[in-house]
Antibody, heavy 116, light 110 residues
Framework: QVQLVQSGAEVKKPGASVKVSCKASGYTFTSYDINWVRQATGQGLEWMGWMNPNSGNTGYAQKFQGRVTMTRNTSINTAYMALSSLRSEDTAVYYC?????????WGQGTLVTVSS | QSALTQPASVSGSPGQSITISCTGTSSDVGGYNYVSWYQQHPGKAPKLMIYEVSNRPSGVSNRFSGSKSGNTASLTISGLQAEDEADYYCSSYTSSILYVFGTGTKVTVL
């Protein structure tokens, strides 16, 4: 079945960077966009950006421009989201989700905690 | 780009129908037929329930339906069941930042 499996929880200090992975299985990885969405505790969903695994092209929400980088390794069907200059407000669950305009399925989520 | 506007909460008794609204602008909901709805249970990842305004993915109950009028999209849950208690989010393609989510609605089954 189509599945996205993300890396485990991370704890980072303010100012540090984090890189979350998203491994795809059950479909042709290069045929569908990968999006990243985050959710702070008790808050709503926030779209961060997309990546086309075939071309490597990306598009980021303005809020994250300059701090986020989305990449992929097609040999292992894995997408990555790196976020730099972390601050406490970046504490959230980060999800990857497959698709163009329709997000399905979603990864299980990765909790990133930013704390001194 | 602001989030799409949803009511914070909606409730209903088992068997009843409820409707959740999702209001945007002509640059997002009103301009494109790329409105989706997602269900999220506590501690779980969101699940796609409706895509392209009114299409239901395979495996999703036909008690869930979607529609759109102008800048407002709607999700209707008929024959409300206890398992429908969850948070629901709409999303839309936009002409600016590409995608935007709604503020989210907590559905309570009384």
């Amino acid at each position: 079945q189509v599945q996205l499996v993300q890396s485990g929880a991370e704890v980072k200090k303010p100012g540090a960077s984090v890189k979350v992975s998203c491994k795809a299985s059950g479909y042709t990885f290069t045929s569908y966009d990968i999006n990243w969405v985050r959710q702070a505790t008790g808050q709503g969903l926030e779209w961060m950006g997309w990546m086309n695994p075939n071309s490597g092209n990306t598009g980021y929400a303005q809020k994250f421009q300059g701090r986020v980088t989305m990449t992929r390794n097609t040999s292992i069907n894995t997408a990555y989201m790196a976020l730099s200059s972390l601050r406490s407000e970046d504490t959230a669950v980060y999800y990857c989700a497959r698709g163009l305009a329709v997000f399905d399925p979603w990864g299980q989520g990765t909790l990133v905690t930013v704390s001194s | 780009q602001s989030a799409l506007t949803q009511p914070a909460s909606v409730s209903g008794s088992p068997g009843q129908s409820i409707t959740i609204s999702c209001t945007g602008t002509s640059s997002d909901v009103g301009g494109y037929n790329y409105v989706s709805w997602y269900q999220q249970h506590p501690g779980k990842a969101p699940k796609l329930m409706i895509y392209e305004v009114s299409n239901r993915p395979s495996g999703v109950s036909n008690r869930f339906s979607g529609s759109k009028s102008g800048n407002t999209a709607s999700l209707t849950i008929s024959g409300l069941q206890a398992e429908d208690e969850a948070d629901y989010y709409c999303s839309s393609y936009t002409s600016s930042i590409l995608y935007v989510f709604g503020t989210g609605t907590k559905v309570t089954v009384l």
